[in-house]
C-alpha cells in the first residue's frame, strides 16, 4: 500500500538530512561567534580611539577638564589593592622558577645560572604577563561589573542625559590608571620576583646572596627592563578596555553584569598572551 | 544664538517649545525582524504645561522619551525644540553631538530609578552638572545644591549614599539634580513606579509644585491613572506605538466616567477601557483587537 502525502510528512527526517542540518547549524554558530569576536574587537578599538581623543582634548583643550581627582582615585582603587596579590603570585613564580630550572642547570654545572635566568624570564616575559593577568582577574572583572552596573541602574543614560560623556567621565580615568598601575606593579612584580629566586637560590640550591644578586646585576640590561614595562603599559590598556567595553555594551541585567565579567576575566587573558607573542616576536627581530 | 533651521510641515509659534513630526522607530529583534515600536507620532508641547504621554505596557511611551532627549536615532521623522536660546526651531535628528549636548543641558530628567551616581554623595549628585558645565564657584554651587535640596525636602538627606534612600528619597534627589542648571523642560520616566501611593502623591504634588515655581515645561511618560489626571494639562495616550487621542485632562475625564455602552467610536471605547483599568473590552477581545490593528494599518 502507498503511503499518502500527510504521512510522508510527518516521518523524521532521515540521518543525511539531520547530519547536513546539524553541520549547517554549527557553521551558523560558528560564523555568528566569529562575526561576535570582530564586532568586539573592532568596537574596542573605536572605543581606545574615543579615549585617546578625549584624554588629547582633556590636556590640550581649554573647556575640557581633565580629571585627575578621578584617575587618582582609580589608580588607588585599581593599583593599591592589587600589590598584596601581585606580590603573593609573584614571589612564588620566583621560587618555582629556581628550582625547576635547578636540575637542569646543575646537570651541566651551570647551577650558578639560577639568578640569570630567573631574572630575565621575570623582568622581561613572567613580571609584566603575570601581572596584568592578576590585574584582568581583580581589576578588570571589577571594572566591567561596576560599568555594567551603573549602565543597567540607567546611571550612564543619566550621565548622557546630563551632556557628560561616559567615556570622558568614566572610561579615560579608567583607562590611564590602569596604565599608570600597572608599570608600577610590574616594577614591584620584578622585584618581588627575583626575591623568590633568591630565597630559594639561598635556601635550597646554596648559592650566597651576594653571589645571586652579582649574577642578577650582570645579567640584567636596561632594554629587558623597558620592554618588560612596556608590554606591562600595552596590557593595562587592553584590560582596561576590555573591561569597559563589556560593561557598556551589558544586556540582560544581573546575569548580563555576571557575564560581563567572566567575559573581561577571559578576553583579557587571551588578549594579554596574544599581545605578548606579538611584541616578543618583534623585539626579538629588532634584537631587543 | 546658535544657527537654527525650520520644521518642515509644522505651523510654529513661539509658545511650541517642542514639535514632534511623523515619527518613527524601528528595533531589529533578536530573530533578525524589524518591529516597528513608534510609527507617525506627531505633536506639540507647549511651553510652560505637563504633557503626559500614557498608554499600556509595551505601547512605546518610554522609546517615545529615548527618542525627545536625543538616546535614540530615529528612522523617520523630526523632533524640533525652540529653547529660549534659539531664534527658530531647531531639529534635533540634525544636530551635531555637540549641539545635542548643548540642548541637553536645558533639559532635566528624572529616570524611572532616579539613576543616582552611586559613588556620590546626594549633595555630590546634585552638584555635579553644575561642576562640570557651568565655572560657578564652589561655594556658590554649595548653596544652589542646598536651594534644591530644599525645594525637594531633602536638604537634611544631603550627605547620604544612594544606597541609604528609599525609593521615593532617590526620586526627590533625582528631582533636585534634574533641576540643578535651572531647565527648560523637565522629562519624568515614570515618576511614580514602585512607590506607595502616599508617597506616589507625594511626588506628583512635589512636580506640579516645581512646574509652578520653576516655570517649566513638563513630559511625563506613565501608565499611572491616578497620577497622570493629577498633573497633566494634556494628555497623549499611545497604543501599539501609534498616537490614538491628544487631549485635554478634561476630555480625558468625560471619556473616563462615561459608560462604555454610551461610546460609539472604537478609539473610545479602547481609552475608556484603559483608563478604568476594565478587564472586558477592545483592548482584550480578540475580534476587537484584530478590527483596531485594521484601523491603525489603514
Redesign the interface.
Known amino acids: 500500500m502507498s503511503e499518502t502525502p500527510s504521512a510522508n510528512s510527518n516521518r523524521p527526517p532521515s540521518l543525511a538530512v539531520r547530519t547536513v542540518s546539524s553541520i549547517g547549524e554549527l557553521a551558523e554558530h560558528r560564523i555568528n561567534k566569529a562575526h561576535d569576536s570582530v564586532s568586539s574587537v573592532g568596537g574596542i578599538i573605536l572605543l581606545l580611539a574615543q579615549t585617546l581623543s578625549w584624554s588629547w582634548r582633556s590636556v590640550f583643550e581649554s573647556g575640557v ?1 581633565l580629571r585627575k581627582k578621578a584617575i587618582i582615585e582609580q589608580m588607588v582603587r585599581i593599583g593599591v589593592e592589587s600589590i598584596a596579590i601581585v606580590m603573593i603570585v609573584q614571589v612564588f613564580i620566583g621560587c618555582i622558577l629556581a628550582l625547576q630550572i635547578a636540575p637542569t642547570l646543575e646537570k651541566y654545572g651551570q647551577i650558578g645560572k639560577v639568578a640569570d635566568i630567573v631574572a630575565i624570564a621575570i623582568v622581561r616575559e613572567l613580571g609584566p604577563m603575570l601581572t596584568a593577568i592578576v590585574l584582568s582577574g581583580f581589576a578588570g572583572a571589577s571594572i566591567a561589573a561596576e560599568i555594567a552596573a ?1 549602565v543597567e ?3 550612564v ?2 550621565l ?6 561616559p567615556i570622558h567621565f568614566l572610561i579615560v580615568p579608567r583607562f590611564w590608571a590602569s596604565v599608570f598601575m600597572i608599570v608600577g606593579l610590574a616594577v614591584i612584580a620584578n622585584v618581588v620576583g627575583m626575591c623568590g629566586g633568591l630565597l630559594t637560590a639561598w635556601g635550597v640550591l646554596d648559592i650566597a646572596p651576594s653571589a645571586y644578586l652579582d649574577a642578577t646585576q650582570q645579567a640584567l640590561v636596561l632594554p629587558d627592563l623597558i620592554t618588560g614595562l612596556f608590554k606591562a603599559a600595552v596590557f593595562g590598556g587592553l584590560v582596561a578596555m576590555i573591561a569597559c567595553y563589556e560593561g557598556l555594551n551589558v544586556r540582560g541585567g544581573a546575569a548580563g553584569v555576571g557575564r560581563a565579567t567572566t567575559v573581561t576575566v577571559v578576553k583579557s587573558i587571551v588578549a594579554i598572551i596574544g599581545t605578548d607573542a606579538v611584541f616578543t616576536a618583534i623585539f626579538f627581530t629588532l634584537g631587543w | 544664538m546658535t544657527k537654527t533651521s525650520s520644521p518642515s510641515d509644522a505651523t510654529h509659534d513661539r509658545n511650541t517649545i517642542i514639535s514632534v513630526r511623523h515619527l518613527r522607530k524601528t528595533f531589529t529583534n533578536s530573530a533578525g525582524i524589524d518591529v516597528t515600536v513608534l510609527d507617525s507620532v506627531s505633536f506639540d508641547v507647549a511651553r510652560g504645561e505637563t504633557l503626559v504621554i500614557m498608554g499600556g505596557s509595551g505601547c512605546g511611551k518610554s522609546t517615545l522619551l529615548n527618542c525627545l532627549i536625543g538616546e535614540y536615532e530615529l528612522d523617520l521623522g523630526e523632533i524640533h525644540f525652540q529653547t529660549k536660546d534659539l531664534i527658530a526651531p531647531k531639529n534635533l535628528t540634525t544636530m551635531s553631538a555637540d549641539e545635542k549636548n548643548t540642548l541637553r543641558k536645558r533639559f532635566g530628567i528624572l529616570f524611572q530609578s532616579g539613576a543616582l551616581f552611586n559613588s556620590l554623595t546626594v549633595g555630590e549628585n546634585v552638584a555635579l552638572p553644575l561642576s562640570e558645565h557651568s565655572s560657578v564657584k564652589p561655594e556658590v554651587i554649595d548653596m544652589i545644591v542646598a536651594l534644591k535640596l530644599q525645594l525637594v525636602h531633602m536638604l537634611p538627606h544631603r550627605d547620604k549614599m544612594p544606597s541609604q534612600l528609599s525609593g521615593g528619597q532617590k526620586k526627590r534627589a533625582g528631582l533636585a539634580r534634574a533641576t540643578a542648571m535651572d531647565p527648560e523642560i523637565l522629562f519624568y520616566d515614570e515618576p511614580s513606579a514602585g512607590l506607595d501611593p502616599v508617597t506616589s502623591t507625594a511626588i506628583d504634588e512635589l512636580m506640579m509644585d516645581l512646574s509652578k515655581k520653576l516655570a517649566v515645561t513638563s513630559i511625563v511618560v506613565t501608565h499611572e491613572m491616578d497620577s497622570a489626571f493629577r498633573i497633566a494639562d494634556r494628555i497623549v495616550m499611545l497604543e501599539k506605538g501609534r498616537v490614538l487621542k491628544i487631549g485635554t485632562r478634561q476630555e480625558y475625564e468625560v471619556l473616563r466616567d462615561a459608560a462604555p455602552a454610551t461610546l460609539t467610536t472604537y478609539e473610545d471605547q479602547l481609552m475608556n477601557q484603559f483608563l478604568n483599568g476594565y478587564n472586558i473590552g477592545p483592548l482584550t477581545n480578540a475580534d476587537g483587537l484584530s478590527e483596531f490593528e485594521k484601523l491603525i494599518t489603514g
Not at chain 1, 160 to 165: I, V
Request: glycine share 0%; aromatic share 0%; proline share 0%.
Open positions: 577638564r551603573m541602574s540607567e546611571e543614560k543619566a548622557r542625559a546630563h551632556a557628560l560623556d
